[in-house]
């Protein structure tokens, strides 16, 4: 019996409910399974662990993670409107996708059958994209300050950073993750004609990562295009590699454009295993929502499915794939973001008959 | 006689072609009119000019642009696939909205009647949405560089500048814009939660400018979620006010929405007329369009009737916004883009009949 161990933070909001849902789905699949178990621990770093401390997580929340030997992190969505977001998502989420050095954000969009997308005919091109965000540094640096405070003369300054050794890393992963999976074309994604620093540089390394894998078409696309093209030519965009900040805008119009947030995953991903990687729906904490037992759980689903990917359990992984699939084909069972009157405990248990 | 003086530059690719065709519907204009003239110098910087020179305009263009006492700008695309384009767009454009402390870019956002958007029942809840973008700093300060150039260690920077003086009077446009032209709600475009200096800092100016307008009606939107908004509520967004590079962004995925590149129009303003203010189609270059007669010249064409409403020409931009919209609901002419098989030329003569 080999047992997976997992970091479970059911966050905020729908967290709670949406990751109990997903612990469920994987409890399941073991049990159908056999011969892997799911061992998890539940931390309750959040925005009401913030209200009762004062903070997030606890000042050595990153050793307490490392020292207890996870192989990966499932965690809800991070924020609450009573809070700061910069506090809240700076105070975890942010602070373990650089401290754990989870460089790759991998964001697959994918228009399931049985979704109705915003868009006009998108089943006509079926839309199946991959978003390689880099997740460790560039917009999201945090590096910056403001002086002058409140005056008229008040300067805000937030510097974007690339450093070559992790603008080259996440662009490798990219063109590995594109031969590895059948793609054809990889598309960087830049902006490098106003912002002639960092993004000249970007495209530079692109250019260099991108001679090592001939075999692999490539193209570029401005990131104000990229949208038009997104919602125009969606099926001639597959996998594109993006910095944080471009990755973070383009993956949630492809959320968009797949249906519903509610069925976008995400994986920050460390490719060497030095730390855990950390699986989360891409979704808000909606705390509209919250305790009405209708937030769509599949995103978090997804994204356990995504973690199983990643920890090599491919059986497992592909099994909860098709699950997932024949539940929204099937439509009978549909949260209200699909359409339905669906309860998120129903989808739930949809999904581990499908299993 | 009242004469309007332009300069004019056709800048790029189709470039020529559109403007051009504005320059036609503008004398068209006059003539019908009776009481205004436009007295147009062109300008040739260009990519073809840096060809010929080495440079986008000349050492002292914004001087001469200033000595001339030019109403405003029309002005074609910038960029050429030869050139690399943080070049071209530093060299011409970037440097005049700067120069000329064109602080605001104005955008709007309208599916016109007979257009098919790329969405699903658009015209359902018509999509009008107005991007007030700040035009002059923020993620287009140009501030940065590289160090260690092409080794390992390299990093690049580039620096985010905020300035308490330039945020204020983009967001003071946007509720005065609102106020006057009736609409109800302006959306503050944010990052802040992990954007932690440049946009908390943007966030507090909103809110501050905000609380002298307690007519106006305002909320918060992430970026990234915006997109999702979009194209999935289109209906809820009204004026918003963005950064310069989310204005960017967001203002290329509300072009797609509303059907064509080849319709969006902008207006690069200096609201306080120290400086001519400028006018361009926000579609690109096009190099493969050229010389074929099927760019679409409505986007320009637009542009100049944003013109004719900033310079206060209010009948005379009625007027060509009445024909714009005549010809695009006809639907006999149409270029490609439009799914027709009209020529820049047809479309042209079709706006100076509909006049
Ligand atoms: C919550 C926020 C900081 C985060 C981000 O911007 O990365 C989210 O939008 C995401 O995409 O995971
Ligand atoms: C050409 C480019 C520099 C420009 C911009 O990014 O501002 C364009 O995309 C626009 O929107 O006017």
């Known amino acids: 019996m080999k047992t997976i161990n997992l970091a479970v933070f059911p966050a905020d909001g729908i967290g ?16 159908l399974h056999g011969g892997v178990s799911f061992e998890c621990r539940e931390f309750d770093w959040s925005s009401a662990y913030y209200h009762k401390t004062g903070r997030m997580m606890p000042a050595d929340g990153l050793q307490q993670l490392e020292a207890g030997g996870f192989d990966a992190i499932l965690m809800g969505p991070v924020g609450s409107p009573a809070i700061p977001d910069h506090i809240t998502l700076w105070g975890l989420l942010l602070t373990i996708r650089q401290g754990f050095d989870q460089y790759v954000n991998l964001r697959p969009m994918r228009l ?3 979704v109705v997308s915003p868009l006009l005919n998108p089943h006509r091109h079926p839309i199946s994209m991959v978003c390689i965000r880099e997740n460790s540094e560039g917009e999201y640096a945090g590096v910056g300050g403001r002086v002058h405070q409140g005056k008229p003369g008040e300067v805000a300054i937030q510097s974007i950073v690339f450093t070559r050794r992790v603008t080259e890393r996440v662009m490798r992963f990219a ?53 038009a093209r997104m919602v125009s030519q969606p099926e ?3 996998v594109f590699v993006a910095s944080n900040l471009f990755g973070d805008i383009l993956s949630d119009l492809g959320a968009a454009l797949t249906g519903s947030m509610g069925l976008a995953p995400s994986a920050n991903l460390n490719p060497e295993r030095h730390y855990p990687s950390l699986f989360q729906a891409i979704h808000g904490s909606a705390f509209g929502l919250v305790g009405k037992n209708v937030a769509n759980p599949l995103a978090s689903i997804w994204s356990a499915q995504l973690m199983l990917a990643f920890l090599g359990e491919t059986e497992l992984a592909t099994r909860l794939m098709s699950a997932i699939e024949t539940v929204v084909q099937d439509q009978r069972v549909r949260t209200p973001d699909l359409g339905g009157t669906s309860s998120t405990t129903e989808m739930t248990e949809a999904v581990c008959r499908a299993l």
């Open 175 to 227: 063109f590995d993750y594109a031969r590895q999976h059948g793609h054809r074309l990889v598309t960087n994604v830049t902006k490098s004609n106003s912002m002639q620093h960092n993004m000249v540089f970007w495209d530079e390394v692109f250019q260099q990562v991108a001679a090592h894998y001939p075999a692999v078409a490539t193209d570029q696309q401005l990131v104000d295009s990229m949208t």
């Open 16 to 31: 709670p409910e949406v990751i109990a849902a997903s612990q469920q789905v994987l409890h399941r699949l073991a049990q």
């Open 236 to 238: 001639t965009v597959d």
């Open 112 to 114: 399931l059958a049985g």
